[in-house]
């Protein structure tokens, strides 16, 4: 079934100049073309979207004849097959093929991810470690330095306690000797009354 759109300028994006598009009746697809840079007709897939436009990302391209419908085209262009014992590979053994291929790469690529993560987490681990060491040694350093300042303390209080018990043992040998010269004054005013 051929569905036709509006004539004049192409305002939607679509390939097809004359705006016709092929309907899939039991498929329920719509089947566009366009010209590829030989100039050869390039029959597509395209995904319905509410404006009509096309975009290319999601556009499926379909095989241009029947070798490549059916898969009779295999090998390489030197002449030499893909698969063992030199026979040509169906379509499906090459999707297949391809799709074990990209697998592959893309397990490959997720090893490299995962093991450039385990790299950063153990960077990370190393960091922390760094950190926690760098703590232990600011509260040890803090806990010498409180103790070297309890010490200072305590030496400024010593000095001051000695100059004060200095300054006591000074007024009791004064005080002695003061009340010796009074006992000794007594006693001679005893015995030597009016002397």
Sequence with gaps: ??????????????PNERMEVLYHVPSG??????????????FFIQPIVEDGSVIPELAIPLPLGMKEF??????????????PGGQKLTEKEKLQKKWAEEDAERKKRWDEEDAERELEWAE???????????????????ELVDQAEA???????????????????????????????????????????GA
């Design 151 to 193: 010490q200072v303390i305590i030496c400024t209080v010593m000095q001051t306690i000695k100059s004060h018990v200095f300054t006591i043992i000074l007024s009791i040998i004064a005080v002695q000797k003061l009340t010796q010269e009074v006992a000794h004054s007594s006693i001679w005013s005893a015995f030597y009354p």
């Design 1 to 14: 079934m051929v569905l036709s759109g509006p004539a004049g300028d192409d305002k939607t994006g679509n």
């Design 124 to 142: 990370k681990d190393k960091e922390l470690e760094l950190e926690l060491e760098i703590v232990e040694l600011d509260a040890k350093l803090q």
């Design 29 to 42: 697809q719509i089947i566009n073309w366009a010209k590829d840079p030989e100039g050869k007709m390039r």
């Design 70 to 83: 059916f898969g009779e085209e295999g090998g390489d262009e030197d002449g030499k097959s893909d698969a």
